[in-house]
């Protein structure tokens, strides 16, 4: 059983600090993907990471896949309080099952304004 | 291009009662995923469905079943209701269900078992 770890769980920081979200894997994932998520609405995809040690950058959120593959990391620069909301990470694996997201637990990020 | 659609965005039922949840996904996707989401759990994928065929299945009971007709569409069941079935229930869709497996989900269903 592939299993995803998120850390932090809960994250409160101030408007215009930095963070960052980590996120592993037991396994090595042929992809991972980060959603973020908002109260009464369905997760919303931002990136898709494939290549070992790629870095994906989307406006103030940059966003790394590790060198093996089984680990992630989501850095926010300058939070702002429209980043508030459920950040999770899911992994998709190759082979039996291939089709289907191991979801980590998720990162709930409050900013305050 | 619309999005993904459930119906109904809220469900309020009984123990032992059986529900059904809909899915219309995006047009061009063949792919339908399922997935569970509780604040102790976390999002736990129930099954998967292209071309009308499961594909793959997580680890629920036989009471969680699923179809996926040849538009598409999806439909979830789940029969004989407990209380641990409170949850939202999240469908995503996608083009292929490829590895890189882009999904692009709606806006869940909120059960709630009394």
């Known amino acids: 059983t592939q299993l995803l770890e998120q850390s932090p769980q809960f994250l409160s920081i101030q408007e215009g600090e930095n963070l960052t979200v980590y996120c592993n894997s037991s396994?090595?994932?042929?992809?991972l993907q980060w959603y973020r998520q908002e109260p009464g609405e369905g997760p919303v995809l931002l990136v898709t990471?494939?290549?070992?040690?790629e870095v994906k950058k989307l406006k103030r959120l940059t966003f790394q896949f590790g060198d093996a593959r089984k680990d992630s990391s989501l850095h926010i620069t300058a939070a702002q309080p429209g980043d508030t909301g459920l950040y999770l990470c899911?992994?998709?694996?190759?082979?039996?099952?291939?089709?289907?997201?191991?979801f980590g637990k998720g990162t709930k990020l409050s900013v305050i304004p | 291009k619309a999005g993904v659609t459930q119906t109904p965005r809220y469900l309020i039922k009984t123990r032992g009662q059986q529900v059904t949840l809909s899915c219309s996904p995006i047009?061009?996707?063949?792919?339908v995923s399922w997935y569970q989401q509780t604040p102790g759990q976390g999002l736990q994928f129930l099954f998967e469905?292209?071309?009308?065929?499961?594909?793959n299945k997580g680890n629920f009971p036989g009471r969680f079943s699923g179809r996926q007709f040849s538009n598409s569409r999806s439909e979830m069941n789940v029969s004989t209701l407990e209380l641990g079935d409170s949850a939202l229930y999240l469908c995503?869709?996608?083009?292929?269900?490829?590895?890189?497996?882009?999904?692009?989900f709606g806006p869940g269903t909120r059960l709630t078992v009394l």
């Open positions: 995503a869709s996608s083009r292929q269900g490829s590895n890189n497996n882009e999904q692009f």
């Open positions: 469905y292209f071309s009308e065929t499961q594909r």
């Open positions: 990471v494939v290549t070992g040690g």
């Open positions: 899911a992994g998709s694996y190759s082979g039996a099952g291939s089709y289907q997201l191991t």
């Open positions: 047009s061009g996707h063949r792919s």
């Open positions: 396994s090595v994932f042929s992809s």
